[in-house]
């Protein structure tokens, strides 16, 4: 039962996904070897800090489904090398090919990456408001990455998905149902899930957050994200979850840190307007709860003050 021990090591020991740590799979330019996560289903685990050169942007997760008939890949990575070191892991698990390719949403580290499948042939799937994102960042999120990850970006260029969809994407492979669904307004313009029915598991994306602080963007509407999670993500009573960033998990982990944070956010900013107060006081409201999430320093003052400009005027 070595995806058990694998699964059960993963969610035990969190400290594994710290941004403190720079790589962890120094023989590849991934930030981390591929897991087994439950039977046929694998994720290359990325870290928790934001990009850096060390960890070459891949800080989401690279997962991959082999069904018995072709293997679908969810994201494209953050980089033409990402996407090239990932498809080389696969080919050390199965010699199926890789026949499709699912952008979780339209950020750089979901979709950079499709510059690399294309030249497979491989037909990639996204949400199309997500297409419609990279197509109008795309160029500003590969200018960040080359700053960022130098040489490690070389050859990676924008390539838009192949096919899009507004609800959701049905595939049966194999011995897979496979399900690209659209729920609703969450982090990101776009953000989807990938939900195995049978397996009882979900690749959620940016649905879902655990062990770094999640970001609320100026598009990112706190309150549209809770209702999405309330009537379409916690319904489908996954058993496990890999989310966009962190160690596969569970139902339980993901809400504490995502959905009960941002209600717990709501209820802070609210009683300080509640109090009359302003902005600038906005951005200091106790979160002290979430101080031990990677990402708390970098995210956790600007949460609050785009939460309180949303609320402000509630």
């Given amino acids: 039962m ?13 400290a594994l996904a710290s941004e403190d740590i720079a790589d962890q799979y120094p023989a590849s330019v991934l930030y981390s070897k591929p897991v087994e996560v439950i039977p046929h289903v694998f994720s290359a685990i990325g870290a928790t800090a934001p990009p850096t050169y ?38 050390v698990v199965t010699d199926q090919p890789v026949k499709l390719v699912i952008n979780e949403n339209g950020q750089g580290h979901a979709m950079l990456g499709n510059s690399y499948w294309a030249d497979q042939g491989v037909e990639i799937v ?26 490690r970006a070389d050859n990676t260029r924008i390539v838009l998905p192949t096919t899009t969809f507004e609800d959701s994407y049905i595939v049966e492979m194999g011995d897979m149902q496979i399900e690209a669904r659209y729920l609703g307004p969450a982090h990101s313009p776009g953000d989807i899930v990938v939900w195995l029915p049978e397996q009882s598991m979900v690749i959620a994306g940016d649905m879902a957050f655990h062990e770094r602080m999640l970001p609320i963007f100026a598009h990112t509407i706190a309150a549209d994200w809770i209702e999405t999670w309330d009537t379409k993500f916690e319904p489908l009573g996954a058993t496990y979850v890999i989310p966009g960033h962190g160690h596969p998990t569970n139902m339980d982990q993901v809400r504490r840190y995502t959905r009960d944070y941002l209600l717990y956010l709501r209820e802070k900013i609210g009683a300080h307007i509640d109090d009359g107060g302003d902005l600038a006081d906005a951005y200091y409201v106790d979160q002290t709860p979430y101080k031990n999430l990677d990402t708390f320093e970098e995210l956790a003052t600007k949460n609050a003050g785009r939460v309180y400009e949303q609320m402000e005027f509630e």
């Avoid at 070595?2 to 969190?14: D, K, T």
């Avoid at 070191?85 to 080919?91: N, S, V």
């Avoid at 996204?126 to 080359?146: C, N, R």
Wanted: hydrophobic letters at 45%; charged letters at 15%; one cysteine or more.
């Fill in 2 to 14: 070595r995806y058990i021990s694998a699964f059960c090591a993963l969610a035990a020991f969190p």
């Fill in 54 to 91: 060390e960890n070459a942007g891949h800080n989401n997760n690279l997962s991959f489904i082999v069904t018995g008939d072709g293997v679908v890949v969810v994201n494209g990575g953050a980089s033409y090398q990402l996407a090239e070191a990932l498809h080389q892991e696969i080919k």
């Fill in 126 to 151: 996204a949400h199309v408001d997500a297409a419609a994102e990279f197509k109008e960042y795309g160029p500003q999120s590969l200018s960040a990455a080359q700053a960022t990850v130098k040489e």
